[in-house]
């Protein structure tokens, strides 16, 4: 499985980025992408979660409820984290994640992750 990020940058307060994960290789099925996120000395954080189901479910850490929205078009095996109002405390490498299972209200991290996108938010 392959997982393939694209759409970071550089980005004024305020403003909005989208990013894209494209899964390839998958020879079975899995619930949906997990998206995480690392900033300099800090440890990987959960962010946001899409299901590939028909209902799309999704979860988002507190922080970005409101700001960003997880979305997919199956039909691409592609993933989206649509990242609006973004704030300097946004900045971190972003992360999306396959394999894994949302389970209790949380999503368990699968053993596929893509290479990471920067997001650098200016004040």
């Known amino acids: 499985v392959q997982l393939v990020e694209s759409g970071g940058g550089l980005v004024q307060a305020g403003g909005s980025l989208r990013l894209s994960c494209v899964v390839s290789?998958?020879?079975?099925?899995?619930?949906?992408v997990g998206w995480f996120r690392q900033a300099p000395g800090k440890e990987r954080e959960f962010v946001a979660y899409i299901s590939w189901s028909l209902h799309a479910n999704t979860d988002y850490v507190d922080s970005v409820k409101g700001r960003f929205t997880a979305s997919r078009d199956n039909t691409k095996s592609t993933a989206y984290l649509q990242m609006d109002d973004l704030k300097p405390e946004d900045t971190a490498v972003y992360y999306c994640?396959?394999?894994?299972?949302?389970?209790?209200?949380?999503?368990?991290?699968?053993?596929?992750w893509g290479q990471g996108t920067q997001v650098t938010v200016s004040s």
């Open positions: 290789g998958r020879t079975f099925r899995t619930d949906g």
């Open positions: 994640n396959e394999g894994g299972f949302f389970r209790g209200g949380h999503y368990n991290v699968g053993n596929y």
